[in-house]
């Protein structure tokens, strides 16, 4: 990866975003906010999967109300997402939420902005202007199969964060963190492009309501790859309809995939031919399982026969190559 681009570091409860800190992983809860105990339990997981910071939805005051126990209870640093709902905002704060994520198309009145940016300046809390394309005001229309024209689109975002980032900075406020999200890769590495040299605030990078896992996967791939390769980016969510967990290891996946120190275990197998003389897949599945109880930086290797085996092996911390015999294991000298 490129050097990263230089951001004025941001603290959102015990994680700091910016600045000489690594790349943060992220997620937000799928469970409703109202069951405080489904939600909690939900933050666990994603706390086991090693996840660094949780995005939880306030859509309503007893969601706001549960905020309360959520936070007492919750291992991870806490972000309220707000949309529509200024008063909710102001409710979350209260709660003593970590961070806030406030959508400048659909909380426009600079006025109701500029209540929650003081009431987040007394406590010391961050707000992320959370761009997403599908919300803006005055969005070119789509035709059946074309998307709008990217570079209107991308103007649109790029005002829209401006405008958002100007209120906050009038009132001195400058705990700020960015993304400019949309739900192709394209219109959203080209926002993140455009913001990226105006600005010094750190940014959160996803596409968002990319799809099922495999489809999300991939989209979020291409978008948050290009991006981190080029130096942009300091903190990361995957958005898949599906487990948040799967978010989460789908993004240090991307990490990993682009860093020249592994953050975490990184599973390398072959994809398999004619060739194949082992019951392979088993194999592959039961360790990328066994992985999933790792944390530290670890090369393992996976081969179904041996082209490619010995030599994976002997670059990885643990190779298994499959031989016509038995499966042979070797440890990396």
């Not at 490129?2 to 992983?25: D, L």
């Not at 909690?40 to 706001?64: G, Q, S, W, Y």
């Not at 803006?136 to 103007?155: C, H, N």
């Not at 981190?228 to 290891?249: N, Q």
């Amino acid at each position: 990866m490129k050097p990263r681009r230089k951001s004025v570091p941001v603290r959102v409860g015990n994680v700091v975003i910016g600045g000489a800190a690594e790349i943060v992983v992220q997620s937000m809860t799928k469970a409703d906010t109202r069951d405080v105990k489904a939600t909690l339990n939900e933050i666990a997981r994603l706390k086991d999967a090693n996840c660094r910071i949780v995005r939880v939805a306030v859509p309503t005051r007893e969601a706001a109300v549960a905020m309360v126990e959520i936070k007492k209870a919750s291992p991870l640093p806490i972000i309220a997402d707000i949309h529509y709902d200024a008063p909710l905002a102001l409710m979350a704060l209260e709660a003593g939420v970590d961070g806030l994520r406030l959508n400048p198309g659909n909380i426009k009145d600079p006025e109701k902005v500029k209540e929650i940016t003081r009431r987040a300046k007394e406590r010391e809390v961050p707000i992320r202007i959370g761009v997403n394309a599908g919300s803006l005001p005055g969005r070119p229309k789509e035709g059946a199969g074309v998307r709008p024209p990217t570079e209107e689109v991308v103007a649109a975002m790029v005002n829209a964060a401006l405008g958002h980032i100007h209120i906050l900075e009038s009132l001195d406020f400058n705990l700020i963190k960015v993304s400019m999200k949309a739900s192709d890769p394209p219109t959203m590495i080209a926002a993140n492009r455009a913001i990226a040299d105006q600005i010094s605030y750190p940014l959160h990078l996803g596409v968002t309501e990319a799809g099922p896992p495999r489809t999300g996967a991939v989209k979020s791939a291409v978008g948050i790859g290009v991006l981190l390769e080029e130096g942009i980016g300091d903190t990361i969510r995957v958005s898949l309809a599906g487990d948040s967990v799967d978010e989460v290891e789908v993004a240090y996946g991307i990490v990993n995939a682009l860093a020249e120190k592994l953050t975490g275990p990184n599973l390398i197998a072959c994809p398999m031919c004619g060739r194949l003389e082992i019951d392979m897949l088993p194999m592959v599945a039961e360790v990328e399982k066994a992985l999933k109880k790792i944390k530290r930086p670890i090369n393992v290797s996976v081969m179904g026969c041996v082209v490619n085996g010995p030599g994976e092996g002997q670059h990885a911390d643990i190779g298994i190559a499959g031989g016509k015999k038995e499966d042979e294991q070797k440890l990396a000298s």
